[in-house]
């Protein structure tokens, strides 16, 4: 595993259920240690959830602890899929 990747306190949450939001996010991890950031990602146009987001913990071990404990695990009626977040680095122009 890369070793950035193995340093990280931010992880990647996917197949999250529409009506949830950053607060919520980070409610339903906060079981594992303190979230320092949660966010949903959302449609700029529509304001709709597009069914991701991220959880910046605190502590590096709570983030492994969660990553563990929740991946493919179910939250509210959804399978969730939870990794390591990547750094974005440059992104391409959008057309």
Excluded: C, H
């Excluded at 070793?3 to 197949?15: D, H, M, T, W, Y």
């Excluded at 529509?46 to 991220?54: L, Y």
């Excluded at 492994?64 to 899929?81: P, Q, V, Y």
């Amino acid at each position: 595993m890369n070793e950035q990747i193995a340093e990280n306190r931010k992880l990647f949450v996917g197949n999250l259920p529409w009506e949830m939001r950053g607060k919520d996010l980070a409610e339903a991890f906060s079981e594992f240690g303190q979230v320092e950031f949660a966010t949903v990602i959302l449609d700029r146009e529509t304001k709709r959830s597009k069914g991701f987001g991220f959880v910046t913990f605190v502590n590096l071990e709570d983030a492994k602890k969660a990553l563990a404990e929740t991946n493919e695990k179910e939250l509210e009626g959804r399978k969730i899929f939870v990794s390591y977040a990547k750094e974005s680095g440059e992104r391409p122009a959008r057309d």
